[in-house]
């Protein structure tokens, strides 16, 4: 195969600041040794998160010009509502100022008090929202998404048995709905298959339950369904998107990832009184129904951003720019999740730091020790991203220990990556004599935003 290379060039550049490991050992102390605490500027690549990081095109700055400001009936809001049921398939949008607005909304609409949420997989803010609203959330995604080292191509994947088991034991009048993530954040940016979509649709339609999708990353899952499903591979990324969500109700999404802007938010359903209910709601906690928090320039680069994103060339590249570094690392066995998905690539914190006990933080400290080695700032995807039980209040003790490389879309070069993958190296090789860390202040909601540390 010949190699490929992004179907863009760069037009504007951003410097960037390298600092000394004095600077960095102030800066992490300061910060708690929690990297969320950390001031950009001291960051050298910037790996926390493919949220907001994104890119714009020189097309999407130019829709930027073209914002209408108007409090009621934003010209730019019409155009997104059309690109969204255009290319997601959905009948009614809502727009909100970013994923977890749309969270919220769907959440306090969607859920009775005592009522179960099954889902592939927790999310942070999604299911704090569920819970919010009275939710009990169930995971009923596959055994082999909680194995960083099983190869399934489609890791994302409900487990049908443990779902259905949850609706026979608890009525299907005490379960809102199927709340349904494309590539698994928190597997690893694992996908979920179509005929894995199409069995969860046709088991709800036999109990009468409604299924959300969590649209964040569903470009990505569109890639591995047209590269690894059979029947996909001469699909385009647009179709599959498309099919994909006709098995669903409705949908919400955090634009700041696929749609490729900077903020921006959107819930889309198909039926019309659950609609008239949402955007009742909007009004209430985001703004006005036709622009949800949003500027309406935000709006029209958002639509863009959509149209963009479904092109195949663009997607190819970009996931094969994260595969490009879990290659690198994988060559010189450093532990990852296997395989590699669409967002980011995940250290496996437990195989990096055997002698380190979940307790002690080890995807934390590992964050930590990369920052300190080299500036790239890296994420908790652990036992502190997961919290607390609000029953017992102990934590939870998540299966998957991982430390987050996210790649923001057409940021970085390829001769970042390889300065990622050596920095990680480093890391490696002096891990025998790291320590880990405890856990000194600790906030009610949502905790590995603002939590701090102390090394032990
Ligand atoms: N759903 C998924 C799957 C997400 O990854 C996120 C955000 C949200 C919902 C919430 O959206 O941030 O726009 O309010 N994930 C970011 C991350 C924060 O770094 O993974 P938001």
Redesign the pocket.
Same mark, same amino acid.
């Given at each position: 195969r010949r190699s490929w290379a992004e179907p863009w060039k760069i037009k504007m550049v951003e410097p960037l600041r390298v600092t000394t490991r004095e600077e960095r050992e102030r800066a992490l102390a300061e910060a708690g040794y929690n990297t969320f605490l950390l001031r950009s500027e001291d960051v050298y690549i910037d790996l926390l998160?493919?949220?907001g990081t994104n890119a714009m095109s020189d097309r999407q700055w130019a829709a930027i010009m073209l914002g209408d400001e108007a409090y009621a009936g934003s010209r730019n809001f019409y155009r997104l509502e059309a690109t969204i049921q255009q290319y997601y398939g959905y009948r009614y949008v809502v727009p909100t100022h970013? +994923? %977890?607005g749309a969270?919220h909304l769907i959440s306090r609409a969607a859920i009775r008090p005592g009522q179960y949420v099954p889902g592939n997989m927790y999310?942070t803010?999604?299911r704090l929202h569920q819970e919010l609203a009275g939710g009990i959330f169930v995971d009923v995604i596959i055994d082999e998404a909680h194995d960083p080292q099983s190869l399934h191509p489609f890791k994302g994947n409900v487990d049908l048995d443990k779902l259905e088991a949850l609706i026979r034991r608890e009525g299907a009048q005490n379960i809102a709905y199927v709340s349904l993530?494309g590539t698994v954040?928190m597997a690893g940016g694992q996908p979920v298959s179509m005929a894995n979509v199409r069995a969860v649709r046709s088991l709800c339609d036999r109990y009468g339950v409604r299924i959300f999708l969590?649209a964040? %990353?569903m470009i990505e899952n569109a890639f591995f369904i047209q590269e690894r499903e059979e029947g996909y591979a001469n699909r385009s990324i647009a179709e599959i998107l498309k099919e994909f969500c006709s098995y669903t109700d409705g949908a919400w999404m955090?634009a !700041? !990832?696929d749609a490729l802007v900077n903020i921006g +938010?959107w819930l889309a359903v198909n039926d019309a009184e659950l609609f008239d209910e949402l955007r009742n709601l909007v009004v209430v906690y985001e703004g006005l129904h036709t622009y949800g928090g949003l500027a309406g320039r935000d709006m029209e680069a958002m639509a863009v951003g959509i149209e963009e994103s479904v092109q195949d060339d663009y997607i190819r590249a970009r996931i094969g720019q994260v595969r490009y570094l879990g290659e690198l690392l994988t060559d010189w066995d450093i532990p990852i999740v296997q395989p590699v998905g669409g967002h980011a690539i995940f250290l496996d914190a437990r195989r990096f730091y055997p002698h380190i006990p979940q307790r002690e933080f080890p995807a934390q400290t590992l964050a930590a020790e990369l920052y300190l080695d080299s500036g790239i700032r890296s994420?908790e995807r652990g036992i502190a991203s997961a919290g607390r039980d609000p029953k017992t209040g102990d934590h939870y003790y998540p299966k998957l220990e991982l430390t987050r490389l996210?790649i923001p879309r057409r940021v970085y070069t390829q001769a970042h990556m390889d300065v990622v993958a050596e920095a990680v190296k480093a890391v490696y090789d002096a891990r025998a004599q790291t320590r880990g860390l405890r856990m000194v202040y600790e906030p009610k909601y949502l905790r590995f935003f603002q939590a701090r540390f102390e090394r032990l």
């Open positions: 998160t493919d949220s970013q +994923g %977890r969270e999310f803010t999604t993530a954040n969590d964040t %990353r955090s !700041k !990832k +938010g994420m996210t």
